[in-house]
């Protein structure tokens, strides 16, 4: 018997070309469906489910999960819900899923398709806006207008509420707002030690990473505690603490520029939390190149030019202008400028933070800002000084062109149109040398070279009024700082509003 008839021989595989008899073997490549082929083509008979053999996956023209696939696990974080909040415990954990991650037991091995979560709304996390004491009515309004439905106006600020992204839309927006500060934490205390306790409680290394700087502020309204600086430290030590639990490691204080500022208020047994999502105050805007003597904040003069009811529209004067505060923030208003367009805040050093989400905000309001043109805006100084001032600010602004700017006395100067506006901080004996004779020259000027215009003027002298010689039709409590002052509106008709 010869060896093939003990045994098949191997195949050979032949490396010559085939002879013209044979017929070459057909090998067919895996077919590559497109949704037009699988629409024309007939289905195919289901394989039998094998116990000993894993479940086939899927091909990439399936537009589901094939029959038998096992999904994979997620990391924490990809449920589909926005990063920065968990649905349970009295605050959302910035970049994380608080769902408790399952075990391979909990996802069993049947090879069931999952269904996906359906993705839930993002928490609502609460917020406090302090402004300028004066301008809480406006501010609340201004955050309405910006998506804050329910902003509530209280003494020094504004609360509302609503999700991360609201947070930063209004520290890109918001004219009025000093800065954006989030809630953590809030409740009773009778001591250090009940703050040092409620501060370790939270979950700090969830919000920003070991490697930012921190820093504590501290103020307090009537609270009994004797030493802020303690409670500052205390507060310190306690989010430090919180780190070397979880982490084994801390994060470093820098208390001039820390990328995490911190603020505690203390009132007098009730204490709130925040996150200070703004870092340097909103009031600057990056403009100010060249200081002037006593300035006005940005924010103040945005909110006279609120509070006076001024519309781009309207000629707009200040004849005592200074650095040009009020000018800017006017012609800003009058094209659509977002006032924190040049600069940074503390919320970009979050675990929350979206650099996407951020970039798109921004590129939507450089897309709404109007193209810059001469505009119905007009300033004067007797002090050439200040002409130069205003125009290197108005010119870091991008506004050089759009403003018109004029050396002149404002006893002297004629009006610029035949009906308008005045809205000026006019100097006063507590930010610069004046008397009653400069108030009562004050008064007939306006009077004699402005009829037909109305004149919002604000000052923190009591005298003021009295000097001026003119009966004010309105007078609106504010603050410049801690300095309180009188929004004063004169009516400038010919013949009358002369007080007697």
Excluded at 117 to 136: D, M, Y
Excluded at 146 to 159: F, I, P, R, T, Y
Excluded at 273 to 280: C, I, K, S
Excluded at 478 to 500: D, Q, S, V
Aim: with cysteine; hydrophobic share 35%; glycine share 8%.
């Amino acid at each position: 018997m010869s060896n093939h008839d003990e045994k098949p021989a191997r195949k050979k595989i032949s490396l010559t070309a085939k002879t013209e008899g044979e017929k070459p073997e057909r090998k067919h490549k895996p077919a590559r469906w497109s949704p037009l082929q699988r629409d024309r083509s007939k289905p195919a008979a289901k394989p039998a489910a094998s116990e000993d053999k894993p479940a086939a996956k899927a091909g990439r023209g399936s537009t589901g999960p094939a029959e038998g696939r096992m999904d994979k696990k997620r990391p924490p974080g990809h449920a589909g819900k926005a990063k920065g909040y968990r649905e349970e415990g009295t605050y959302p954990r910035d970049g994380r899923d608080a769902r408790p991650a399952r075990s391979r037991d909990e996802a069993g091995t049947d090879a069931t398709p999952r269904r996906r979560n359906t993705p839930q709304a993002p928490a609502l996390l609460k917020f406090f806006v302090p402004c300028p004491r004066g301008l809480e009515g406006e501010l609340a309004k201004e955050l309405v207008e910006l998506g804050a439905a329910d902003a509530a106006a209280g003494s020094g600020g504004v609360k509302f509420s609503g999700d991360i992204g609201l947070a930063w839309k209004v520290n890109l927006w918001s004219r009025l707002a000093i800065r954006v500060l989030q809630q953590v934490a809030e409740g009773n205390y009778r001591d250090e030690e009940d703050l040092y306790k409620v501060t370790l409680k939270q979950p700090w290394p969830d919000w920003f990473a070991v490697d930012k700087t921190i820093a504590i502020r501290t103020v307090a309204h009537n609270s009994p505690l004797k030493s802020l600086n303690f409670v500052t430290l205390r507060i310190k030590d306690a989010v430090c603490d919180r780190f070397r639990q979880d982490l084994e490691l801390r994060p470093n204080v820098d208390a001039r520029e820390p990328q995490v500022p911190i603020l505690i208020y203390l009132e007098q047994d009730r204490f709130t939390l925040y996150l200070d999502l703004t870092g340097e105050p909103l009031n600057r805007r990056g403009y100010r190149v060249e200081p002037a003597p006593a300035p006005l904040n940005e924010n103040l003069a945005a909110g006279l030019l609120k509070l006076s009811g001024w519309r781009p529209e309207m000629p707009l004067l200040d004849p005592m202008m200074g650095g040009g505060t009020i000018l800017l923030e006017a012609a800003m208003m009058a094209l659509n400028m977002a006032p924190g367009l040049k600069r940074h805040f503390a919320f970009e050093h979050l675990i929350s933070f979206d650099k996407v989400e951020w970039t798109r905000l921004r590129k939507d309001a450089e897309a709404m800002q109007k193209e810059p043109q001469l505009l119905p805006i007009y300033g004067c100084d007797i002090d050439p000084r200040m002409i130069r001032a205003a125009g290197l600010n108005l010119k870091a602004a991008g506004l050089l062109d759009c403003v018109t700017l004029r050396e002149g006395d404002v006893m002297a100067i004629p009006a610029p149109a035949e009906h308008g506006m005045i809205v000026s901080n006019p100097p006063y004996g507590v930010r610069l040398d004046t008397d009653a004779t400069f108030y009562k020259g004050l008064g007939d000027a306006l009077k004699q070279h402005f009829t037909g215009w109305s004149a919002w003027l604000i000052s923190g002298d009591a005298e003021f009024p009295k000097g001026m010689g003119l009966a004010a039709s309105r007078r609106i409590p504010l603050y410049n700082g801690p300095l309180e002052c009188r929004l004063y509106e004169y009516k400038l008709i010919a013949g009358t509003m002369r007080k007697k």
